[in-house]
Nanobody, 117 residues
Framework: QAQLVESGGGLVQAGGSLRLSCTASGLAFSSCIMNWYRQAPGKERELVASISIDGRGTNYADSVKGRFTISRDNAKNTVYLQLDSLKPEDTAVYYC??????????WGQGTQVTVSS
């Protein structure tokens, strides 16, 4: 059964940092484009960052460029999201999503990030 498990969320003060992890099982991780999304209360889920299968290509939402960094370790079936210079508006549930093009996509259960001012 395909599964993604996120971890690393928590409460942090503005300006602080967190590192989120998402570990996959039951799917061909090294063949998947990996994405991080977030959803704040009362808002739609938005794409935060994506990373290509080989890790060489990344994309970020304008709101997080220069502050967040996505990376992956295919040997560990894990994708990371480094969150630096956090702002209160970064508060959200963060989800990872695996996409195997034309085959399937899988969501994780989410991890809460709360940034206090």
């Amino acid at each position: 059964q395909a599964q993604l498990v996120e971890s690393g969320g928590g409460l942090v003060q503005a300006g602080g940092s967190l590192r989120l992890s998402c570990t996959a099982s039951g799917l061909a991780f090294s063949s998947c484009i990996m994405n991080w999304y977030r959803q704040a209360p009362g808002k739609e889920r938005e794409l935060v960052a994506s990373i290509s299968i080989d890790g060489r290509g990344t994309n970020y939402a304008d709101s997080v460029k220069g502050r967040f960094t996505i990376s992956r370790d295919n040997a560990k079936n894990t994708v990371y999201l480094q969150l630096d210079s956090l702002k209160p508006e970064d508060t959200a549930v963060y989800y990872c999503k695996a996409v195997r093009p034309l085959q399937y996509d899988v969501w994780g259960q989410g991890t809460q990030v709360t940034v206090s001012s």
